[in-house]
């Protein structure tokens, strides 16, 4: 079985490929799986140059084929200089905790909002090193929600955003739909998939 480490802290983000690269016998790593810390500047102009950042640090430190990915958010009717962009956890220089992103963004949704809610897009950039040192990326983007104001009992750890994010097709939150209605919605990423593993 291969194997691919993916470059991120965030446990949660680490397993987002896991089960679909496990059917095509790839074992995805964290770095805390081979106990690496990595210190990386994210100063890239977009989701691509952070991606790609990422995936050359981690492919340096441990020779072995690496992923780095990276993502953006845009926020209908929020002004230039408010928008997260690329720094969606970084606000104002502070990396905020996940409740306090859950505070920040429902704040924003009553400001901006309308009926207390916010259409939105995420944007997202992956980097796949190879065993070879061989680089390939790939971009993909989600807009097929909306933030609110109310949050989901509910928090997926790493992912405070979907306390606050629901579906258009379904006006759920993220924290509450079910498998089977993830499959009615199509909302899959069998694409980065077959992505990560024909580059590997």
């Not at 890239?44 to 140059?49: L, P, Q, W």
């Not at 971009?139 to 928090?155: A, E, G, H, P, Q």
Request: proline share 2%.
């Amino acid at each position: 079985m291969k194997k691919i480490v993916f470059a991120t802290s965030n446990e949660t983000k680490s397993k987002r490929f896991s089960e679909g690269l496990l059917k095509k016998e790839i074992e995805v790593l964290s770095l805390k799986d081979i106990d690496l810390k990595l210190n990386i500047e994210e100063d890239g102009s977009s989701v691509i140059d952070n991606a790609l950042i990422k995936a050359r640090e981690c492919y340096k430190k441990t020779k072995m084929p690496s992923i780095g990915m990276d993502d953006s958010l845009y926020m209908e009717g929020v002004p230039l200089d408010r928008q997260p962009g690329l720094f969606v956890r970084r606000i104002n220089g502070k990396t905020l905790t996940d409740e306090e992103m859950i505070e920040y963004y429902t704040n924003l949704v009553k400001e901006y909002g309308i009926n207390e809610r916010i259409n939105c897009k995420w944007i997202y950039g992956l980097a796949v090193i190879d065993e070879k040192g061989r680089e390939a990326t790939y971009t993909w983007f989600k807009d097929d929600f909306y933030m609110v104001s109310k949050r989901s009992d509910k928090l997926n750890k790493g992912y405070p955003l979907n306390s606050i994010s629901k579906y258009k097709k379904l006006d759920k939150y993220f924290t509450d739909v079910t498998f089977d209605e993830m499959k009615l919605i199509e909302v899959n990423e069998d694409d980065v998939v077959d992505f990560i593993a024909s580059h590997i």
